[in-house]
C-alpha cells in the first residue's frame, strides 16, 4: 500500500486541470504551442500544470522526487531520479498533447508514485470526461468508487486494441501492419492514458507499444494490472519503471498475450 492518500492525490489532479488545462482547451493563443522536436508539441498547459503538481505532490510527500515529461525534456538527466530506492512521482501533465493543440477531447493528465523501483500507485484523469481512474498496488483499480476490469481473453480474431508502433523499428512495424488485418479491430487515440482507460474498464483488449517513456505507461500499466490485466516487454520480460525501451504487450491474460504474440510479432 502508497504512503499516500490516493483521493487527496486525485483532487490535487483535478483542480491542476481545472485551473491549467480545461480554460485553454479550444482557446490556446498563438505562442501557446510549440514543437519541442521533430512533431512533439507542448503548450503552456503542459508547462503550467507540471509546475503546478510538482511542489504540490513533493510537500505530500517528504524526500520525494518527481520525473515530469516537461523537465526530462529540459534535461534528461531527471530520469536518473527513477534508479535510485526513495518514491518519485511521474508526471505527464497533458498526455496526448497533440490531440488537445487540436481541440480533440482525447487526452489525458497522468500520474504514477513509483518506490523502490516498483509501481505503487497511480492516477489517470480525463477532465472532460470527468473519469479519475486511480490504482493502488494490491488494491485493485478504481474510477469513483467503481471498481474496473479488463475484458475477458479472446482468440486475437475477435480482439479490439490499440497498435502504435510508429516510434519503433521500421521492421517490426512492417510486421505488425501486414498481420493487424487478422485482429478484430484496431485503433489508435494518439494518447496512451486515452488507451489505458480503455483497457481497464473494458472497452479494448490490447495495446502494443514500442517507445516506453516512464509518464506515457507507468500510471496505466499499474491501472491495467490492477484490473485484472496481463502484460510483458516484447522480449518476454518483466516492464518496470527503469525500463524504458523493448516495446510493451498489454492483454487480457497470459492466453491472449502468447496468441497476440504469435499473430503478431512471432
Known amino acids: 500500500m502508497s504512503r499516500v492518500n490516493i483521493d487527496i492525490v486525485a483532487a490535487l489532479i483535478a483542480d491542476a486541470a481545472a485551473t491549467y488545462i480545461l480554460p485553454r482547451f479550444n482557446r490556446l493563443a498563438d505562442g501557446d ?25 513533493m510537500e505530500l510527500l517528504p524526500g520525494s522526487l518527481v520525473v515530469g515529461e516537461e523537465a526530462a525534456a529540459a534535461d534528461p538527466g531527471v530520469m536518473d531520479r527513477l534508479s535510485g530506492d526513495g518514491p518519485v512521482w511521474v508526471i505527464d501533465p497533458v498526455d496526448g498533447t497533440a490531440n488537445f493543440a ?11 508514485l513509483v518506490e523502490r523501483g516498483s509501481m505503487v500507485a497511480s492516477w489517470i484523469h480525463d477532465p472532460v470526461a470527468g473519469v479519475m481512474a486511480t490504482a493502488e498496488a494490491g488494491a485493485g483499480a478504481w474510477d469513483r468508487g467503481r471498481r474496473l476490469n479488463v475484458l475477458p481473453g479472446a482468440e486475437p480474431a475477435s480482439m479490439s486494441g490499440a497498435i502504435s508502433v510508429r516510434f519503433g523499428r521500421r521492421d517490426l512495424a512492417r510486421k505488425v501492419a501486414g498481420r493487424s488485418n487478422q485482429l478484430g479491430s484496431v485503433f489508435s487515440f494518439r494518447c496512451a492514458g486515452q488507451e489505458y482507460l480503455a483497457l481497464a474498464s473494458g472497452r479494448a483488449h490490447f495495446s502494443l507499444y514500442h517507445r516506453l517513456y516512464p509518464w506515457d505507461h507507468v500510471p496505466g500499466f499499474l491501472l491495467h494490472q490492477e484490473a485484472g490485466g496481463y502484460a510483458k516487454r516484447l522480449d518476454g520480460s518483466p516492464f518496470t519503471p527503469r525500463t524504458h525501451d523493448g516495446g510493451l504487450l498489454l492483454a487480457p491474460d497470459a492466453a491472449s498475450w502468447d496468441a497476440l504474440y504469435e499473430l503478431l510479432l512471432a
Open 33 to 57: 504551442v510549440r514543437e519541442k522536436g521533430p512533431g512533439d508539441l507542448v503548450t503552456i498547459a503542459d508547462l503550467e500544470t507540471e509546475q503546478a503538481l510538482t511542489p504540490r505532490l
Open 102 to 112: 487540436a481541440g480533440m477531447p482525447l487526452f489525458a493528465v497522468m500520474v504514477a
